[in-house]
């Protein structure tokens, strides 16, 4: 895990939507999905709730 993964998942929870969060990292939203996307698969969880669009943390996120 990296901690760039981790950065970009509390700026996720903070904004609540993806391409604020991306904005606030100072990178483009699809390097923030992909890193979230890196972060779950890397915990084996999802800490994220999504359809086309942040939904939500999940009770472990």
């Known amino acids: 895990?990296?901690?760039r993964q981790l950065e970009y998942f509390v700026a996720l929870a903070r904004e609540r939507?993806?391409?604020r969060a991306a904005t606030a990292?100072?990178?483009y939203q699809p390097a923030l999905s992909?890193?979230?996307?890196k972060?779950?698969?890397e915990l084996?969880?999802?800490?994220?709730r999504r359809?086309?669009?942040f939904e939500g943390l999940t009770p472990r996120g």
Request: some cysteine.
């Open 17 to 19: 939507h993806f391409a």
């Open 44 to 48: 084996n969880v999802p800490p994220v």
């Open 1 to 3: 895990m990296l901690s």
């Open 39 to 41: 972060l779950e698969h």
């Open 25 to 27: 990292c100072y990178v």
């Open 34 to 37: 992909e890193a979230i996307r």
């Open 51 to 53: 359809g086309h669009a």
